[in-house]
């Protein structure tokens, strides 16, 4: 039965100043109707949503209800209006559906502001090349944090391997249990293939290192602005928007901006360590307050009695490293942007 206008208190309306005493409901509509889709593209206000069966791309608002939700690509929403995806026609995001998993990053370490830089990814492939730009560890690590603690599965993929060996680099990351893939420019990447398909991925990588490119190797129609790389061995950023593309076989890739620093405020070192289940039991040994970093910062830190060549020792030295990533401020990696401007 219809509510009737008697049955609300005055807690029920609200009355806009100026605009006159008509009350307005706090009920919102359930939008039943909405048609489900997922963000593909996002740009000054506006939203691209794949929708239903067809494929058809929606441009879109956001819902005044929404307001303070973001809404990234991997979104999936709900869309009501004109979803037809012809031109000049606009429909609106009235719903956003429970995230899977969220990558994010912030500014600096400082900043408290995160920035989601794709939502529901299952898959992070961390591009970096073996050469020209040499690899930034550090970037690296801290981008496996991030997919860490964001519940997304990292996978990096080193490209540029004919300009160097990249078999140190590429044990390092092993210990983490972290699958390492070489897409030179004469590389196989059916592999690499074969696990996007079906599933939602998303690319980060420095400008510079072969990330446009490796989509238009996956996704030949992309059609990705490729750059070179300057005399000092710093790249030009190709892609200024995140944008996904569908695979030939099936699922999406997500190319995301090059980005020049990872900050991670948001993430707190009891967070990477949970990630490993035999570290956090080993680290129950440890004294109150035990950063793990090991000698001389925690001279009695547990880890420290695992089997230095063993499996979960080796890994211990690895996740050591995260720690210490994470630990450190990105004063270099801001220098670096200086002299890049």
């Known amino acids: 039965m219809a509510r009737g206008f008697s049955d ?31 963000v593909v ?61 969220v990558l994010r990053r912030t500014a600096d370490d400082t900043d408290p502001f995160e920035r989601i830089i794709v939502a529901n990814a299952e898959l992070l492939l961390i591009v970096s090349a073996v050469a020209d730009p040499p690899p930034r560890t550090g970037f690296v690590e801290r981008a496996l944090i991030a997919a860490f603690v964001g519940n997304v599965t990292p996978v990096v993929c080193l490209t540029k391997s004919d300009l160097a060996d990249p078999a140190i680099f590429r044990a390092e990351l092993e210990d983490l249990n972290v699958d390492v893939l070489e897409v030179g420019i004469d590389d196989d990447i059916e592999l690499l293939k074969k696990r996007l398909t079906g599933r939602l991925s998303a690319l980060i990588g420095h400008s510079g290192v072969g990330k446009s490119t490796l989509v238009n190797r996956i996704v030949p129609d992309a059609n990705r602005e490729t750059g070179v790389v300057s005399g000092v061995g710093k790249g030009r950023h190709t892609s200024t928007q995140s944008v996904a593309l569908e695979l030939p076989g099936g699922g999406w890739i997500i190319d995301t901006p090059g980005i020049r620093s990872f900050g991670l405020a948001h993430v707190s070192p009891d967070e990477i360590v949970g990630v490993f289940p035999e570290l956090a039991a080993a680290a129950e040994n440890c004294p109150r307050g035990c950063s793990h970093l090991g000698p001389p910062a925690d001279p009695e830190c547990a880890w420290d009695n695992l089997e ?34």
Do not use: F
Not at 21 to 32: I, M, N
């Open 8 to 38: 609300y208190d005055e807690s029920d309306v609200r009355v806009r100043p100026g605009k006159g005493s008509r009350p307005r409901s706090k009920d919102r509509p359930s939008h039943d109707d909405a048609v489900s889709g997922m």
């Open 41 to 101: 593209t996002k740009d000054r206000g506006r939203w691209g949503v794949v929708v239903g069966d067809t494929g058809a791309v929606v441009q879109c608002m956001r819902a005044r209800e929404l307001k303070k939700v973001s809404v990234e690509v991997g979104d999936r929403v709900g869309v009501v209006g004109d979803t037809s995806g012809r031109k000049d026609t606009l429909g609106r995001i009235v719903k956003r559906e429970e995230r899977d998993s």
């Open 308 to 341: 230095e060549n063993s499996p979960v020792g080796r890994r211990a030295q690895a996740v050591r490293r995260l720690l210490e990533a994470l630990r450190s401020n990105n004063e270099w990696e801001l220098k670096q942007l200086d002299e890049e401007r």
